[in-house]
């Protein structure tokens, strides 16, 4: 019984760190159809007026409950994209997987 439910939990958690990268990679897609224009996505080029999304996820206070919750709201210097939550969620996962 006792190997049942620690092959149940290992096959649990794995499952949960696929559908983080999937996730992650969701906010990959996301992101490159929403915020390039304005955001570097990748290692900053310098080009961009805005921070980057590595300097976002390296910032010690941010997690990403609270990327996602800010994409949810108005922003008055940012367009509006029609996000879902699931999906501000994958972006921010998207962003917090660029942590050092």
Request: overall charge positive; charged content about 20%; proline content about 2%.
């Given at each position: 019984m006792?190997?049942?439910?620690?092959?149940l939990a290992l096959a649990l958690l794995a499952g949960i760190e696929t559908a983080a990268a999937q996730n992650a990679?969701?906010?990959r897609l996301l992101s490159e159809r929403w915020c390039t224009e304005c955001h570097a996505i990748g290692t900053p080029t310098g080009?961009?007026?805005?921070?980057?999304?590595?300097?976002?996820?390296?910032r010690e206070n941010i997690s990403a409950?609270?990327?996602?919750?800010?994409?949810l709201l108005p922003h008055a210097?940012?367009?509006n994209p029609p996000l879902r939550r699931k999906?501000?969620?994958?972006i921010a996962?998207?962003?917090?997987?660029m942590r050092k």
């Open positions: 006792r190997i049942l439910k620690a092959s990679e969701n906010g080009k961009s007026r805005v921070k980057s999304f590595t300097s976002i996820a390296a409950e609270m990327i996602a919750t800010f994409l210097v940012m367009p999906d501000a969620q994958d996962a998207f962003i917090m997987g």
